[in-house]
């Protein structure tokens, strides 16, 4: 079975450009989760789906920050204007909600770098 | 709130020496807790839990921890690394399953 795709796995731009992060959770898990891992944060839940509903976004850093779930098989993280700061490693992980393990299913995530 | 404390943010260890990662968390409420490992380049992958019953949980690859209430502890072990342990270790606690906190992770780095 395919695990939890991510695209792309790397990025480069530079500041003030629109960045778009890809996701396609695994098929059948209904909750999907974003995290961003930087050196000197680790990593920060920032936003998180049950059922394309997004249910607790606390963690997304600004307004310059945003995302979407329009269906069970795809979520974007959108960053518009990004700047030097933003640049991370940026994970999508899946679960099956109310299940009883609990255990996320990360992907190989998407290194993004802003000049 | 919940938080989780890894003390140790890297630890050298010698190949077939045992190892212990530490694992500390504060909640108010009963709580899950799991252990992920990340190697280079790569995301996380889960290496055990603890939902409830036994408090010696054992996971993949030879890894054990066990859950210790009344010290908020949640300890990683393996009596013998191999150098392919080499990789980052993350604790993680969570009390309804939608949302994992995590620790700031500890870089495990095994020498020859």
């Known amino acids: 079975d395919a695990g939890v795709i991510q695209s792309p796995r790397h990025e480069v731009t530079e500041m003030g450009q629109e960045v778009t992060l890809r996701c396609k959770p695994i098929s059948g898990h209904n909750s999907l989760f974003w995290y961003r891992q930087t050196m000197m944060r680790g990593l920060e839940l920032l936003i998180y789906f049950n059922n394309n509903v997004p249910i607790d976004d606390s963690g997304m850093p600004e307004d310059r920050f945003s995302a979407k779930m329009p269906n069970a098989s795809f979520s974007t993280l959108k960053i518009q204007p990004s700047e030097p700061r933003d640049s991370a490693v940026y994970f999508c992980?899946?679960?099956?909600?109310?299940?009883?393990?609990?255990?996320?299913?990360f992907g190989e995530g998407s290194r993004l770098t802003v000049l | 709130a919940q938080s989780v404390t890894q003390l140790d943010s890297q630890v050298p260890v010698f190949e077939e020496a045992p190892v212990e990662l530490r694992c500390n968390y504060s909640s108010s409420v009963s709580v899950y807790l799991f252990w992920y490992v990340q190697y280079p380049n790569q995301g996380l992958q889960l290496l055990l839990k603890y939902l409830s019953g036994s408090t010696l949980v054992k996971g993949i690859n030879g890894f054990e921890a066990e859950f210790n209430k009344s010290q908020t502890s949640f300890h990683l072990r393996k009596p013998s690394v191999h150098i392919s342990d080499t990789a980052e270790y993350f604790c993680a606690v969570t009390f309804n399953t939608d949302k994992l906190i995590f620790g700031t992770g500890t870089r495990l780095q095994v020498f020859p």
């Open positions: 992980a899946s679960s099956l909600r109310r299940s009883d393990t609990g255990e996320l299913f």
